[in-house]
């Protein structure tokens, strides 16, 4: 009911590169290496499983039967797949990753927003070393969160979003008052300070996961990873800065 579709860029003065490969990447891998979501093999093969990140092993499970708890009915879930790269790997394989359509689009969307004030802040290398790095970093926050909270350390993790939040923890430090363009209620637009647009998005994130930061509370939504992707964009992002940013006034940054 709060979606953001844009935000003042006038001052922006580099073209992203790095982001806009980065959304592509998304894309590209969506599309032809997960068939659009219904490669499970692959899917799961290159996703991050929090027990093979803390055993270090990787761990292959045959298919089982479940009960659909909305349904009812029985539904055949996919063992886990083998992987053929160290399993630490799949902390940054697994941000590049999505469970379907609407996931990647509110993923892109966000970073298309976002991603390409910080790229112009950091400059195209230390940006994308930032990204890497909040997604791995939001991929160990889910890992120990589901160990700690013991709940899904056997179910496989994936998407942008850790590394998403990582962004908008730097932006909304970087440039807390830049104006956001949100539709709101689907019906109408308003512009509101990027501490308000970006705080709304983290503020639901601790909500819905108090109590259960593991993989599988509110739709299995793993939001031990956004909230620690988030934390870890606030921390880092003024390591990444080319310069310290001034703000003139309150909707822009100068350097």
């Given amino acids: 009911m709060f979606i953001p579709i844009g935000d003042d860029n006038r001052d922006r003065r580099t073209t992203p590169y790095v982001n806009y490969l980065i959304i592509l990447t998304n894309i590209l891998v969506f599309i032809f290496l997960q068939d659009w979501g219904n490669n499970i093999h692959f899917t799961y093969a290159y996703s991050t499983v929090p027990a093979e990140i803390l055993t270090g092993h990787d761990i292959v499970t045959g298919s089982r039967i479940g009960i659909d708890p ?3 009915q029985r539904v055949e879930i ?4 083998a992987t053929d790269i160290p399993v630490y790997l799949t902390l940054i394989t697994s941000t590049f990753m999505h469970g379907g359509l609407a996931h990647i689009l509110g993923n892109m969307l966000y970073l298309w927003i976002f991603g390409d004030n910080l ?8 940006y994308f070393f930032f990204y890497l790095l909040c997604g791995v970093l939001a991929g160990l926050a889910h890992v120990f969160s589901t160990y700690f909270f013991n709940q899904g350390v056997y179910l496989p993790s994936l998407g942008a979003s850790g590394a998403i939040a990582g962004v908008l923890g730097g932006y909304i430090l970087l440039f807390p008052r830049r104006r956001v363009h949100v539709w709101l209620f689907f019906f109408f637009t308003i512009s509101v ?4 647009a970006v705080g ?3 503020v639901f994130q601790v909500i819905n996961g108090m109590g259960m930061l593991g993989g599988e509370e509110a739709g299995s939504v793993a939001y031990g990873a956004h909230i620690g992707g988030f934390i870890a964009g606030l921390l880092l992002v003024k390591l990444f800065v080319k310069r310290r940013p001034v703000l003139v006034n309150e909707r822009k940054s100068f350097w």
């Fill in 200 to 202: 709304v998005w983290f």
């Fill in 193 to 196: 300070p990027a501490f308000l």
């Fill in 78 to 81: 996919p063992g886990l797949s």
């Fill in 119 to 126: 790229e112009d802040a950091m400059g195209h290398t230390r």
């Fill in 70 to 72: 909305y349904t009812g």
